[in-house]
């Protein structure tokens, strides 16, 4: 059965926290099985439809989780080659054991060239970047010695999530991913894009893939955006990603005034169908 996702508003810097504890709570409590926040560090332009993240994901799902039970919390995505691998190890370890293993770590290579300037990191050759400190990551979970002591180790998984349709992405997502998220797409390029990744994933091989790889099947999702109109389009997109093999479907409802209306609404129609 396909798992219904959100992704939560976090657009407006005016938008006070308890409206994201809100949403939050009533896609719990309605039955959405995990909600996503976005990344952004410094971009180029204002906040808005094009960059979302004004509030840093990995500290608002450690307050959100606080505030829910059940719900998972994962980000779409974390631009990663902007981070240190080390660091981005510990917070999702941490958050993963303070949320009662709730949290599902969405990995990205980036898009913005503006916004790897402002930062001071290299644009060029974020593909590798991202790779070696999945890679890192990855070896820190399972209790790789790298020199130092690392805690807390996961006492279960956490789930990696890829997001990205480029063949970098999905091969990333083979080697690495416990679970895909594309964007954009209709059920035809769903169900075609899923069918790359488990080419990539079927190589005698892998791509390159980590020694763990082979027996952690990926999980494949995408998003859809609700950006207008009447919620029937919307429905019918997603009963036809499902029926294409979408496991999971995460549907981004717009802005804080509009989600909480469009979300009810999209779960009870979707369900009801």
């Known amino acids: 059965m396909v798992e219904l996702q959100v992704v939560l508003p976090d657009e407006s810097a005016a938008m006070s926290p308890e409206r994201l504890v809100e949403l939050a709570v009533v896609a719990e409590e309605l039955g959405y099985g995990t909600a996503w926040l976005p990344d952004h560090l410094l971009p180029p332009g204002a906040f808005g439809s094009t960059y979302g993240g004004v509030y840093e994901p990995l500290v ?4 959100l989780a606080a505030r829910t039970t059940r719900i998972r919390f994962g980000t779409s995505v974390l631009v990663l080659p902007m981070r240190s691998p080390y660091v981005v190890a510990k917070q999702a370890a941490t958050l ?3 949320s009662g293993e709730r949290l599902v770590l969405g990995i990205g290579a980036g898009w913005e060239a503006a916004e790897f300037a402002a930062v001071g990191a290299s644009f060029e050759d974020r593909g590798r970047r991202t790779d070696e400190s999945l890679a890192i990551i990855r070896g820190l979970f399972a209790g790789e010695d790298r020199d130092g002591v690392f805690e807390p180790k ?4 956490v789930p990696i999530m ?3 349709t480029t063949r970098p992405a999905l091969r990333r997502a083979a080697r690495f991913g416990d679970e895909w998220q594309g964007l954009g797409l209709d059920a035809a390029g769903f169900a075609a894009t899923v069918a790359r990744l488990q080419a990539l ?3 005698p091989e892998g791509p390159s ?6 027996v952690r099947p990926v999980r494949v999702g995408t998003r859809l955006d609700w950006s207008s109109g009447e919620p029937v389009p919307i429905v019918e997109a997603a009963h036809e990603l499902a029926a294409a093999g979408a496991e999971t479907i995460a549907i981004s409802f717009g802005d804080e005034q509009e989600a909480l209306d469009r979300m009810t609404r999209f779960y009870a129609l979707f369900t009801a169908a």
């Open 60 to 63: 608002t799902i450690g307050y």
């Open 96 to 98: 993963h054991r303070l």
């Open 154 to 157: 996961p006492r279960t998984t």
């Open 162 to 164: 890829i997001g990205g």
């Open 201 to 203: 994933s079927a190589e």
């Open 209 to 214: 893939r980590s020694p763990n790889a082979a």
